[in-house]
């Protein structure tokens, strides 16, 4: 009995120092798959089971559909064993070998460092639940359905090195860039890309469309970008999505504070605002004016006079649609709920695209359990569906009242309802989908070409 005792204590010696240092891996594991927000593409909205996947990506080229990444061996990722895990994260090729589409980030992923990975796969493989259920599967139309095309475009654009310490900064600085460029991959979005859907390095963080939104220019310039915000501001719209005076957080980024940011600790929060005030000024010369810093005009003479068809009279449909929260002058709620629309960087922005957004599809944001609500007027409102010469007369009469004066059509409203301007790439699909192969014949042939005439010098 008394050696039973003994040894049961002896095990207990050896193997719990190892389980609690295996539960803090899987720890560090849960807030790195938090900082990389793999939630945000891999849960389906609205209650889905956490990682199982069909969420539906909305890419030029067509739906992407995210995978189901519970550790489910029939339809999951249960099968990985970590150097698999590590090579789909980093080099975007899943298990079975085929290529993955990079609207996985992947690119951002590869400066992941091995610890990382290791908690990650930790965290994936023994805290998250298997879901046996498949799915939906990707059919993008030729030829982007040739996903070996992906090997050819990875030569050209995925730069493959680790994160690296930049020894002219400090440890706060460099936590915030490894957070900005490898987990939260802030580039995704903010960096505009070139024809082939590669982010442009040159102009990193200047701004990009994003679908139907617009991902702001968040360099340190003062008038294009965020040179006129305050670190404090900075670091108040990461954590919760809004600052009155400045700015608040739909669309993706939206969802990037609900699943990721709000839930960062306030080191890496003030982390990431040290790098990001670091971004070279990217100056966008259209831009005369910081998007928050429209104070508001009079009201415009049709205001006044009224319009001869209320349908589609901007004054009118103002104040029976939007005035009951933000005010008949824009001045927002006093308790800050609903945000004031003077000083308001949605409205004020050059290019209207997010205000446009923001009335088709409302804002949805979800911060220490408060849930902030802007219903949408697109087909399946509750409040009212408006079309998009209702939407141009309306935000046309916000623009001028409130933003930079200026007035919209419904041409615009009908770009951003059906998901932005198609890509160059896309372009060229309808113009012959053969001419898209053909150049990545040709990018295969000049890789080739780079690949032999480098070997050639080594030998
Ligand atoms: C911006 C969206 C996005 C984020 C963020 C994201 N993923 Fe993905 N991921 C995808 C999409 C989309 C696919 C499927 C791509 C395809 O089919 O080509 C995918 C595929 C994968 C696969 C391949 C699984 C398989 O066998 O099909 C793995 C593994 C994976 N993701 C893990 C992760 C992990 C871990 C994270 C967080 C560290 C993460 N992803 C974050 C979009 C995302
Ligand atoms: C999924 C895409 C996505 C990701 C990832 C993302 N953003 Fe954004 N971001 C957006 C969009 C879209 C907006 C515009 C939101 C709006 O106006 O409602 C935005 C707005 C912002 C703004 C407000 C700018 C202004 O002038 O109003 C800041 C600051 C910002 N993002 C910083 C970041 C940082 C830092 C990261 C990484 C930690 C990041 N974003 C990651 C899409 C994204
Ligand atoms: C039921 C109340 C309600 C109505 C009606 C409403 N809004 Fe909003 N609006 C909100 C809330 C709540 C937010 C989000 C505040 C936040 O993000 O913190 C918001 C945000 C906005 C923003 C900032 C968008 C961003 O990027 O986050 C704009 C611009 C806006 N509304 C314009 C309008 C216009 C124009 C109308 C009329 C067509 C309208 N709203 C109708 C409640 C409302």
Same mark, same amino acid.
């Given at each position: 009995?008394?050696?039973?005792?003994?040894?049961?204590?002896?095990?207990?010696?050896?193997?719990?120092?190892?389980?609690?240092?295996?539960?803090?891996?899987?720890?560090?594991?849960?807030?790195?798959?938090?900082?990389?927000?793999?939630?945000?593409?891999?849960?389906?909205?609205?209650?889905?089971?956490?990682?199982?996947?069909?969420?539906?990506?909305?890419?030029?080229?067509?739906?992407?559909?995210?995978?189901?990444?519970?550790?489910?061996?029939?339809?999951?990722?249960?099968?990985?064993?970590?150097?698999?895990?590590?090579?789909?994260?980093?080099?975007?090729?899943?298990?079975?070998?085929?290529?993955?589409?990079?609207?996985?980030?992947?690119?951002?992923?590869?400066?992941?460092?091995?610890?990382?990975?290791?908690?990650?796969?930790?965290?994936?493989?023994?805290?998250?639940?298997?879901?046996?259920?498949?799915?939906?599967?990707?059919?993008?139309?030729?030829?982007?359905?040739?996903?070996?095309?992906?090997?050819?475009?990875?030569?050209?654009?995925?730069?493959?090195?680790?994160?690296?310490?930049?020894?002219?900064?400090?440890?706060?600085?460099?936590?915030?860039?490894?957070?900005?460029?490898?987990?939260?991959?802030?580039?995704?979005?903010?960096?505009?890309?070139?024809?082939?859907?590669?982010?442009?390095?040159?102009?990193?963080?200047?701004?990009?469309?994003?679908?139907?939104?617009?991902?702001?220019?968040?360099?340190?310039?003062?008038?294009?970008?965020?040179?006129?915000?305050?670190?404090?501001?900075?670091?108040?719209?990461?954590?919760?999505?809004?600052?009155?005076?400045?700015?608040?957080?739909?669309?993706?980024?939206?969802? @990037?504070?609900?699943?990721?940011?709000?839930? /960062?600790? *306030? $080191?890496?929060? !003030? #982390?990431?605002?040290? &790098? =990001? %005030?670091?971004?070279?000024?990217?100056?966008?010369?259209?831009?005369?004016?910081?998007?928050?810093?429209?104070?508001?005009?009079?009201?415009?003479?049709?205001?006044?006079?009224?319009?001869?068809?209320?349908?589609?009279?901007?004054?009118?449909?103002?104040?029976?649609?939007?005035?009951?929260?933000?005010?008949?002058?824009?001045?927002?709620?006093?308790?800050?709920?609903?945000?004031?629309?003077?000083?308001?960087?949605?409205?004020?922005?050059?290019?209207?695209?997010?205000?446009?957004?923001?009335?088709?599809?409302?804002?949805?944001?979800?911060?220490?359990?408060?849930?902030?609500?802007?219903?949408?007027? @697109?087909?399946?409102?509750?409040?009212?569906? /408006?079309? *998009? $010469?209702?939407? !141009? #007369?309306?935000?046309? &009469? =916000? %623009?001028?009242?409130?933003?930079?004066?200026?007035?919209?059509?419904?041409?615009?409203?009908?770009?951003?309802?059906?998901?932005?301007?198609?890509?160059?790439?896309?372009?060229?699909?309808?113009?012959?989908?053969?001419?898209?192969?053909?150049?990545?014949?040709?990018?295969?042939?000049?890789?080739?070409?780079?690949?032999?005439?480098?070997?050639?010098?080594?030998?």
């Amino acid at each position: 009995m008394k050696r039973a005792c003994l040894l049961g204590w002896l095990m207990l010696a050896l193997v719990a120092p190892h389980a609690s240092s295996a539960d803090a891996v899987a720890e560090r594991g849960r807030y790195l798959a938090t900082a990389a927000d793999c939630a945000a593409c891999h849960t389906q909205p609205g209650g889905g089971e956490a990682y199982a996947g069909n969420y539906a990506i909305e890419s030029p080229l067509g739906t992407i559909w995210s995978s189901n990444i519970t550790p489910s061996k029939n339809y999951g990722i249960g099968n990985y064993d970590e150097r698999e895990f590590a090579r789909a994260l980093r080099e975007g090729v899943r298990k079975d070998g085929a290529h993955l589409y990079p609207a996985m980030p992947y690119t951002s992923y590869a400066k992941l460092s091995d610890e990382d990975i290791h908690a990650l796969y930790v965290y994936f493989m023994t805290e998250v639940t298997p879901v046996d259920r498949a799915s939906t599967e990707t059919h993008l139309p030729f030829p982007f359905n040739l996903r070996f095309s992906m090997a050819a475009w990875n030569v050209l654009f995925l730069d493959g090195k680790r994160f690296s310490a930049n020894a002219s900064h400090d440890e706060a600085w460099n936590r915030g860039a490894y957070l900005a460029e490898a987990l939260e991959h802030c580039s995704a979005c903010h960096t505009p890309r070139g024809w082939l859907m590669q982010e442009l390095s040159r102009q990193a963080y200047a701004g990009a469309p994003l679908g139907s939104w617009y991902a702001p220019n968040i360099t340190s310039d003062p008038v294009s970008g965020l040179g006129g915000w305050s670190d404090a501001e900075l670091g108040q719209y990461l954590k919760t999505g809004r600052v009155p005076g400045k700015a608040q957080a739909a669309g993706g980024m939206a969802e @990037a504070i609900t699943h990721s940011l709000s839930q /960062l600790s *306030d $080191a890496d929060i !003030a #982390a990431l605002v040290r &790098y =990001v %005030r670091s971004i070279p000024p990217i100056k966008d010369a259209t831009v005369q004016r910081p998007a928050f810093a429209w104070p508001g005009s009079p009201m415009p003479e049709s205001a006044i006079r009224g319009t001869a068809n209320e349908a589609v009279s901007g004054p009118s449909l103002y104040s029976g649609l939007c005035a009951s929260c933000h005010g008949a002058r824009g001045e927002g709620s006093r308790d800050g709920y609903y945000p004031s629309l003077t000083h308001n960087s949605t409205v004020g922005a050059s290019r209207p695209d997010n205000l446009v957004a923001v009335v088709l599809f409302g804002v949805d944001r979800t911060v220490a359990g408060k849930h902030v609500l802007m219903p949408h007027f @697109a087909e399946g409102s509750y409040v009212q569906t /408006l079309d *998009d $010469a209702q939407v !141009a #007369a309306v935000l046309s &009469y =916000v %623009r001028q009242t409130f933003g930079p004066g200026d007035s919209m059509n419904a041409g615009d409203v009908a770009r951003i309802r059906q998901g932005g301007s198609p890509p160059v790439l896309l372009g060229l699909v309808r113009y012959g989908a053969l001419v898209v192969l053909g150049i990545f014949v040709l990018l295969f042939g000049w890789w080739f070409g780079c690949r032999r005439r480098k070997l050639g010098a080594r030998v």
